[in-house]
């Protein structure tokens, strides 16, 4: 069923289309969750996600979970979605890249250039930035800081619950703060933006949307890769975070011109430099 929904999602309508995505990206909370909670996550009515159920091909909306009930049950791996016992190193490497280059490529065509106008805006007035992240997220933050600071903006990485909760406790309306979640559903990062939204600082969160990330957030980047990460490792999510905190770090750099210009070559240069 969740090969059917893929195969058909180009002929979908556009509101089907969006439950078809959420199907794609949550196939385990399908089969726990009510028809009007569903709707609700997706942001459509049930209406539509039944006459989704039947245009894929399900009697109905119980038959549509019933299916993806026995399609999760027949997959005997939890390493990726794709990949099943007998592949070779030729399947493999298809389906784990190519499912990388999909997702990459769909998250590119989804990105709003105005919300990243938005970010940098927000990043070039701040006078300090702070990362929130937690798990997959978190190693994708300290790779954002690596490179961030070196365009001369003091910056800082918190990666557990109590850092980040006390780093929101003193932020205000100096600080920018980028939040990184998979599914906007993280508490302690959703709480510590949350507060330090109170203290007077800008959130930009790159996260799912419908979340509750997103909604904390001044600026949410919406990132909507189809992998359950309750189930597989991070793999094409994490490389599509990579790669958006990647587009905002350039276009920040270009923002501060000359002056950012000059902190990146004086850090690149104290490299080459060592005796």
Known sequence: MLDRVEYNRQSLSAAERRVADWVLANPHRVVALPLVKIAAAVGVSEPTVVRFCRTVGSKGFSDFKVRVAQDLAGSNTVVHADVRPGDDA???????????????????????????????????????????????????????????????TPCAVFCDAPTMLQAAAIADESHAVIAVSKTGDSLPVVEACLRAARNGAKVIAVTSPLSALAAAASTAILVDV??????????????????????????YAMALGTHGMEKLRRAKDALHRRS
């Open 90 to 152: 030729n399947d493999i490497l298809a389906k784990v890249m190519g499912g990388s280059i999909r997702e990459l490529s769909s998250v590119q065509r989804a990105l709003d250039a105005v919300r990243i106008e938005e970010a940098v805006a927000t990043l070039t007035e701040a006078r300090r930035i702070d990362f929130f992240g937690v798990g997959a997220s978190g190693i994708v933050v300290q790779d954002a800081l690596n490179k961030f600071f070196r365009l001369g």
């Open 226 to 251: 189809r992998e359950d990460t309750n189930i597989y490792t991070p793999m094409s999510s994490r490389l599509a975070q990579l790669a958006v905190l990647d587009v905002l770090q350039v276009a």
